[in-house]
């Protein structure tokens, strides 16, 4: 038997006129109600049983949105997943993942995630609305527009046009076309440049050292026989074109020392003498030079020693006693005690010059880039020879504390006059048994810290000559101790040198050859002909600088094994790195913050809209249910159109084409009623 339509209230914000035409023509609930029956809008469980809507309505509203919500989740996953992944990776190299799988595979993975739940969100949304929307009357074609929204993006475009942004689901339609091209951005986020990594597995170093001496040097009638390895050194800074170089180990050719760092080294020293040169006349008989009086006065030149008039130099520009022929001195030297040079530029004008090599400490910042050393000095310090202990000695208080800074005060050394490299007088070694060992004595100890500091156990030797205590000999950690065995610092000079810069260059005259030329030593030539060849204490300086720069690399190679611990620096290394560009990745972002905002907008609204809907329809004896009506083909097969209406609009739909049902629909209007059957749609305007 079948039911009648129940009664129903005016429809809010639809007048009573339009709300009865509803009632008359669709045979709604005013007969039921004319006859004083009660009725609830009832639907069918799946058992065939009836329960009511009202008592339920409330725990369906919080369930119609589950898998929407479970979305919402898996898109806000998805998000954080490329930002995650993206973020852990951001700098590295290419990651070896098994199957050769990119992250570019995983940023995909992860978007199209992102996609799925996006655009089930949207649909499932848009869908919606189209039901809400009839709360009111209002055109079919809306109805048709929404749901060809919900479907894709060329509908979602044709509801921007029809909607024209006058409500929430034109946000809608805008991130269902977006999400269009999530895929292509998303593959922007990465890009491959090429990097430079460092390697954590090695390390690169570069050679100094703290103790150089020299190892197995003869000694004969008391004087150091200068190692060969010493010599060729010498020889190499004189002759060498190409200077022997720092062995740095750095395996791929590029690598990098943060920081500055010392050695023991030798630095070279010279100073203009020309001022002290002295000139004492002689005549002599020049019959057999050309085009010149019968008598001249040739000079001889003088650099005098003020410590010692024995050790003067002079040049003695007569070449033999009474005669002069057409060969002159030019050029005399020595080696000791300083490497001492007097020239003739012409017949009137002389230089001369005085240099020295001794033991330094130089600093350097040094790195390795395509395959070459690049080694910058930073400054140098001159090692003062300590007597007493015969060693040339400093300590480095860059490297020390204040407190122990302190300590060294009340020890008595004075660090303002030397603020870093100090004259030190603790001797440091190394013994196979005790391994490093620290000695020394409170020769300049102030008397009130000899309690303190110094070991009176131990008989004294001489004037205060107590042993320093273990603790006072450590002040000063080894690795900044900087000393050189004091015959390896003074033999150069005494030994080597002494023999190696002595004696003279003759120029020789037009008379034997085409023009004049110089003869002497290998040694003195390389003085004579260094740099420009013109004499100048430039030309001087840096002949005596590449000698020092050879004889420092010797030294940084050869230092004492126990005390040359290499300077450490990062290997470098060429590699593909993954880089994020991260104004791409918004593009992501905001599709989710908008779908977001999307969401709880409908969830809102659609609450708001059901309950305003449910009131229109509810009466004292009347309970309207809660729907959940979205995108299902089932909603509009079994809650389409009323028989009323399909009656009314039987000549409208007679077509069987879809644009034509398009045209027609604009001018037909629908709301959503509610019958003992559930809510129908039923047709309420126009329909010509």
């Known amino acids: 038997m079948d039911r009648e339509p129940s009664t129903v209230s005016p429809l809010m914000g639809t007048s009573a006129d339009s709300l009865s035409t509803v009632d008359m023509r669709h045979g709604t609930l005013d007969a039921r109600k004319a006859k004083g029956d009660k009725l609830t809008i009832i639907e069918r469980s799946t058992d065939g049983s009836e329960s009511s809507t009202s008592s339920q309505s409330w725990k369906w509203s919080h369930y119609i949105w589950w898998l929407e919500t479970l979305c919402a989740v898996l898109a806000i996953g998805a998000f954080i997943g490329i930002v995650a992944t993206v973020e852990a990776f951001d700098g590295s190299p290419l990651p070896e993942w098994p199957y050769r799988v990119s ?41 048709w ?42 593959q922007q986020i990465i890009s491959f440049p090429d990097c430079d990594l460092i390697n954590n597995t090695v390390v690169a170093t570069i050679p100094r050292t703290n103790l150089y001496e020299f190892e197995g040097a003869a000694i004969t009638g008391g004087v150091a026989i200068v190692p060969w390895d010493v010599r060729n050194s010498v020889n190499q800074g ?66 005098s020693n003020p410590e010692d008039k024995s050790s003067n130099l002079t040049l003695q520009i007569v070449t033999s006693v009474g005669s002069v022929e057409e060969n002159i001195r030019s050029l005399v030297a020595r080696g000791y005690p300083a490497i001492e040079v007097i020239r003739a530029l012409d017949p009137e004008t002389y230089v001369a010059y005085s240099c020295k090599i001794s033991p330094c400490v130089r600093s350097y910042e040094g790195k390795v880039k395509n395959g070459q050393f690049l080694e910058t000095q930073q400054s140098e310090h001159m090692i003062p020879r300590n007597l007493m202990y015969q060693a040339f ?6 490297c020390l504390r204040d407190s122990k800074k302190d300590q060294l005060r009340e020890m008595g050394y004075d660090l303002e ?19 490093i060992t620290y000695k020394g004595f ?49 033999s150069l000079n005494s030994n080597l040198f002494r023999h190696l810069f002595k004696g003279d260059i003759t120029e020789w005259g037009e008379m034997w050859t085409s023009g004049p030329s110089a003869n002497g030593s290998e040694p003195l030539m390389a003085i004579w002909n260094a740099g420009s060849g013109n004499g100048t204490l430039e030309d001087m300086s840096a002949l005596m600088r590449n000698i020092s720069e050879t004889l420092t690399t010797h030294v940084r190679h050869n230092g004492n094994g126990n005390f040359s611990q290499p300077f450490t620096g990062e290997v470098h290394y060429n590699s593909t790195c993954i880089s994020v560009r991260w104004e791409w990745i918004t593009y992501s972002g905001a599709i989710v913050a908008f779908t977001l905002i999307f969401f709880i907008w409908v969830v809102v609204q659609a609450k708001v809209d059901q309950a305003q809907l449910r009131k229109a329809w509810e009466s004292h004896d009347t309970h309207a249910p809660f729907y959940d009506f979205k995108s299902s083909a089932l909603t509009l097969l079994f809650h389409g159109l009323d028989d009323n209406s399909r009656r009314d609009l039987v000549d409208v739909g007679s077509t069987n084409r879809t644009s034509e049902m398009a045209k027609r629909s604009k001018n037909i209007d629908i709301q959503l009623v509610a019958t003992e059957r559930g809510w129908k749609l039923a047709a309420v305007g126009p329909q010509g």
């Not at 000695?393 to 860059?398: E, H, M, Q």
Request: aromatic share 10%; glycine share 6%.
């Open 417 to 435: 006059a030397n603020p870093r490299w100090l004259p030190y007088n603790v001797t440091v070694g190394f013994n196979k048994t005790s391994g």
């Open 103 to 143: 992250i570019n595979a995983f940023i995909a993975s992860y978007s199209v995630i992102l996609k799925t739940s996006v655009g089930l969100i949207l649909a499932e949304g848009i869908s919606h609305i189209k039901w809400t929307n009839l709360k009111r009357p209002g055109s079919l074609r809306s109805f």
């Open 442 to 490: 409170c020769e300049y100890m102030p008397e009130d810290k000899i309690d303190k500091f110094c070991n009176k156990t131990i008989a004294a030797i001489g004037n205060q000559r107590y042993p320093l205590t273990d603790e006072a000999a450590k002040i000063v950690p080894a690795e900044c101790v900087y000393s050189m065995s004091d015959m390896a610092g003074t």
């Open 238 to 303: 004189m002759f060498a074109t190409n200077k022997p170089q720092v062995e740095v180990s750095c395996n791929s050719g590029n690598c990098t020392f943060p920081g500055t760092y010392s050695s023991l080294a030798f630095c070279s020293v010279c100073n203009d003498m020309t001022d002290s040169l002295t000139k004492e006349n002689r005549y002599a008989n020049i019959s057999n030079l050309t085009n010149a009086p019968d008598f001249a006065r040739y000079p001889n030149v003088t650099l």
């Open 145 to 186: 527009v929404h749901d060809e929204a919900s479907r894709g993006p060329w509908g979602a475009v044709h509801l921007l046009f029809n909607d024209k942004g006058r409500h929430i689901s034109s946000l809608g339609a805008i991130i269902t076309v977006l999400i269009l091209f999530l895929e292509p951005f998303s």
């Open 393 to 398: 000695r400093v300590a480095d208080l860059d």
